[in-house]
């Protein structure tokens, strides 16, 4: 059984910064096989995502509304995935989560099968 665990979400003014991290158990991520991601949901809206990890390439790939503000990144010896967020918007509010792809395009909701329990991110103006 994958479990996931989401950490370091708080409160943040515009522009300010926070890295949240994804901690993985019950499975290990390193083949290229093996491809994470982050979504977020706010209230009254869809879970959108928002940046995806492949952990044998390397490889990543982000929304458009957060390319070059975000980073996703991985340790592969922690079992570990991470979201940089620089340059944080009030519109970036919402709780995010992490997951793991199964099937699909990385940039759907259903392609992803294990997910955490969220972090709360809230940016102020």
């Known amino acids: 059984q994958v479990q996931l665990v989401e950490s370091g979400g708080g409160n943040v003014q515009a522009g300010g910064s926070l890295r949240l991290s994804c901690a993985a158990s019950?499975?290990?991520?390193?083949?290229?096989?093996?491809?994470t991601g982050w979504f977020r949901q706010a209230p009254g809206k869809e879970r959108e995502f928002v940046a995806a990890i492949n952990w044998g390439r390397g490889s990543t790939y982000y929304a458009d509304s957060v390319k070059g503000r975000f980073t996703i990144s991985r340790d592969n010896a922690k079992n570990t995935m991470y979201l940089q967020m620089d340059s944080l918007k009030p519109e970036d509010a919402s709780v995010y989560y992490c997951?793991?792809?199964?099937?699909?395009?990385?940039?759907?909701?259903?392609?992803?099968?294990?997910w955490g329990q969220g972090t709360q991110v809230t940016v102020s103006s």
């Open positions: 997951a793991t792809h199964y099937s699909g395009s990385y940039y759907i909701y259903g392609a992803y099968d294990y």
């Open positions: 019950g499975r290990t991520f390193s083949t290229i096989k093996d491809t």
